[in-house]
């Protein structure tokens, strides 16, 4: 596991439209499977798409059906258990595909690249919580949940889901059913697997993780704080000190600026007592 030189980092530099969700998500993957060979899992997504195409879905409700008969009738992609969900696996897709079990953005992921193929203009929407997709040319119900086997939703339904997750209608952001490009949604993959590693105290991968998350947001200070503080937690000193270094120029205010601080000042501490 490494920062530097990473594939996964050279191929998120690129624009969104040149990215393929499922490769970038797969080039990540290597860092927990370095012996993952991407292209099997790309070439099972495309045999996926042709079965798609053979249907020759019409209208935008055949569409989603020819997608759901395949992805969850044929190949049983489907919702991770309830006692599984926080399991890592579930966001790496190599293993999704493997297990035919994932969570919502992982499943989204494996929708969205079939739909890609086949022209199917399917958009992702980051609603909070519950990653969801969208048929761009569907009426209602429009909204498609991967997880519950590609149930559709009506806006009133999602809206009605998210106000229960967050407690009323009042704490849904402004943009929940904006659609999201492909950086947000690699940012939201990593994200989950930032929250999986850090809750088992996993300090070495939560490192990693942060490392594929500023390839994907490199302005983000705060990410670059916290890979700072974890290279601490790790013993990797001079690192975190230069990771601080390098975040200082990038301070767009004095939140930001004492984030870091803060952060150096913890950094100096920790190596003082190991000292």
């Known amino acids: 596991m490494s920062g530097g030189g990473h594939p996964f980092d ?19 993957a290597r860092d927990e499977y370095p012996a993952l060979d991407q292209r099997i899992y790309l070439r099972f ?18 569409q989603v059906e020819a997608l759901r008969e395949v992805i969850v009738g044929e190949e049983r992609l489907t919702g991770a258990a309830v006692d599984d969900y926080r399991n890592p696996e579930n ?20 929708w969205l690249d079939v739909a890609s193929a086949t022209g199917i203009p399917l958009l992702a929407i980051g ?9 761009a040319e569907l009426e209602e119900p429009a909204y498609i949940d991967p997880y519950r086997s590609g149930e559709l939703y009506t806006s009133g339904q999602v809206r009605a ?27 939201r993959m990593l994200g989950n697997l930032y929250t999986c590693y850090r809750s088992a105290g996993d300090a070495p991968r ?9 390839a994907v947001v490199p302005e983000e200070v705060v990410l670059r704080a916290e890979l700072a503080r974890m290279l601490a ?3 990797a000193f001079r690192k975190a000190a230069a990771v601080i270094a390098e975040a200082k120029p990038l301070a767009l205010d004095d939140q930001e600026r004492d984030a870091l601080d ?3 000042r913890d950094i100096r501490r920790r190596h003082r007592e190991t000292n």
């Not at 966001?91 to 494996?110: D, F, M, T």
């Not at 609603?127 to 048929?135: D, E, Q």
Request: aromatic share 6%; hydrophobic share 45%.
């Open 10 to 28: 050279e191929y998120v530099r690129r624009p969104a439209d040149e990215i393929r969700l499922a490769h970038a998500a797969l080039l990540f």
């Open 45 to 62: 997504l495309d045999h996926l798409a042709e079965r798609v195409r053979e249907r020759n879905p019409v209208t935008s409700l055949e």
């Open 91 to 110: 966001s790496y897709l190599n293993r999704v595909i493997e297990r035919r079990s994932g969570i919502p953005i992982s499943l989204s992921a494996i």
């Open 127 to 135: 609603t909070p919580g519950h990653f969801l997709l969208r048929h």
């Open 161 to 187: 889901m998210l106000s229960a997750t967050l407690g009323g209608q009042d704490r849904i952001p402004q943009d929940a059913f904006a659609p999201v490009d492909v950086h947000y949604t690699l940012r």
């Open 206 to 214: 939560v490192v990693t993780v942060l490392h594929r998350l500023i």
């Open 233 to 235: 937690v790790t013993g």
């Open 262 to 264: 803060e952060v150096e």
